[in-house]
Structures are given as C-alpha cells and as structure tokens.
C-alpha cells in the first residue's frame, strides 16, 4: 500500500535536463528510473524496472536487469522528505519500492 501511496506522489519529467516545474527552494529532488514504456522488452527487465529508483542515472544504467535490457532511464521528481525516507538521506544509490 506504500508503495502505491509513494508511486502516485510522483511527478513525471522529461530526462533532458530541463525542469521547469522545479523552482529553487521547493525540497523537490531528481531520482531516476528505467522505463521500457514504448519499447519491446523482457518481463525480467519489466518486473525489475516496476519498482526501482536510482539516485544518479549512472546507478540506473548500472542496475540494468541484465546485459541486453534496453531500458531507457527517465527522470522523476519526488519531494525531500520521500528522498530522505527512500535512499537513507542519500547513503544509498537504489532504493526498493516494495520494501
């Protein structure tokens, strides 16, 4: 149940670079995730991408489900307060939503 209160909390951005909906001093904070919406892929990076979050897109392209997943890495917006509770206040680079 958590985990889909904390998906809906989500606020979905381009991964360009260029976040307007952000202004300075909101307490809104970048994560990254995998996405293979549009795409062909396996259930094993289906099922793995449905519930992961990545700090960096660097830690996203590193936690691929395996060599061959063609997972595009898309950027999310979440607030302070969720990042704090997700990734440990930043000591971790994925955090699990089913946990």
Known sequence: ???AV????????????HNE?????TGAVTVYRLSLR???????????NA????????AA???RAHPGDN???VSVIISESDFNRLF????????DLRF
Not at 21 to 25: A, D, E, F, R
Not at 88 to 95: F, K, N, P, R, Y
């Open 71 to 73: 997972s595009k890495i």
């Open 38 to 48: 549009g795409r062909r892929g396996s259930n094993a990076a289906k099922i793995h």
């Open 88 to 95: 440990d206040g930043g000591a971790l680079e994925v955090a």
């Open 6 to 17: 904390a998906a809906t909390a989500f606020l979905w951005t381009s991964c360009d670079g």
């Open 51 to 58: 519930n992961k979050l990545f700090a960096t897109p660097e």
């Open 61 to 63: 392209d590193r936690n």
């Open 21 to 25: 909906l952000i202004t300075p001093g």
């Open 1 to 3: 149940m958590s985990g």
